[in-house]
């Protein structure tokens, strides 16, 4: 995937100038303060924002996306969940295993309104490891977790990264050397 000059303003505020750079297979850490266009550039790589000006070629057509915010269906339970996003395509077999690593897998028929916030954090990172997709988008994953659900994730990310690009924005330059990611930097 490549970005070439992306340019967006809100109401004559510059969120994004001249920003470009190439996804490829791996891990590409997008890093800035807060504010400075991160979420909004992923909105635009997705096809929910339209840039002002600017390119994107050769973009994927099936995003496994991990948002801020969780976005699950709080009345249902965690397989629930996944089979809801994935449809026909879950795999059933790898979806428990991967609820297994995550620490999920006894949680059986329990509704996710009574899971903790890094439980939901973690089943939200699975839904977007399970959809079918050709590049994956995580927006700050690791928000919630405590250091060895961290360490888990950031193996689990690592493994996926091996098969298709991940941009992961984060704000912890931690993240970026953990998963020997790529690391674009936004200007403020």
Known sequence: ?????LN???????VLRDVSFRLEKGVTCL??????GKTT???ILLGLETADSGTISDAPS???????EDRLLEH???MENLRFAAGTALDEHAAQTLLNRLGLGQEGNKRVKD??????????LARALLVPSDALALDEPFTGLDEENRVICLRIIAEAAGEKPV???THDPDDAAALNAAVLQLEQ
């Not at 995937?1 to 000059?5: K, L, P, Q, S, V």
């Not at 890093?31 to 400075?36: H, I």
């Open 1 to 5: 995937m490549r970005i070439e000059h």
């Open 8 to 14: 967006k303003a809100y109401d004559r505020q510059t």
């Open 31 to 36: 890093m800035a303060p807060s504010g400075s």
């Open 115 to 124: 899971y903790s916030g890094g439980m939901k954090r973690r089943l939200a």
């Open 76 to 78: 249902l339970n965690a």
């Open 41 to 43: 550039l992923l909105r």
């Open 62 to 68: 099936r995003w496994g996306v991990l948002f801020q």
């Open 167 to 169: 941009l992961l924005i």
